[in-house]
């Protein structure tokens, strides 16, 4: 098989196997959280906050698609919108206190949950994928920078 296509086909296969995880271990929790949904939580972490558009700019998903996902994390208590208090028209998210209180542990068993998908690797094998991860995010935004 082409070198090409084998790249290919393991591209999807751990695409295919992230997302499974991502179902697991959404199920398992008692929070009941996407990856992405953590991420997000994190991100208006370190930001102290932020807004729809930066969250959809952020990680270039759809204006619908942020929107669906704060509805979710608010109706699950993790953040609240509030009114901007420079413009009324502009709505903040910030993060509620079961959010503030439980993101550590909620982050750590997601690492937790991950870390066998890493455990048949050396630690060289590790450091390996990593640099050629890193490799192939600058390699393609260099050439698309939009990505």
Known sequence: MPLRKELLEGILRMDSILRQIDRHN??????GLSILEVRTLQHIKE???SNPKDL???FKVTPATITAQ???LV???FIRREKSEKDARYINLKLTDRAN???DEIIEDRLVSYDFI???LSKEQQ???LRGMKHIERYVHKKCPKI
């Not at 959404?26 to 929070?31: H, L």
């Open 56 to 58: 959809a700019e952020h």
């Open 101 to 103: 209180n439980n993101l």
């Open 118 to 120: 890493f455990g048949g």
């Open 26 to 31: 959404k199920e398992k929790s008692q929070y």
């Open 70 to 72: 704060i509805d979710r």
């Open 47 to 49: 930001e102290g906050l």
């Open 75 to 77: 109706d699950k208590g």
């Open 127 to 129: 450091e390996s994928f």
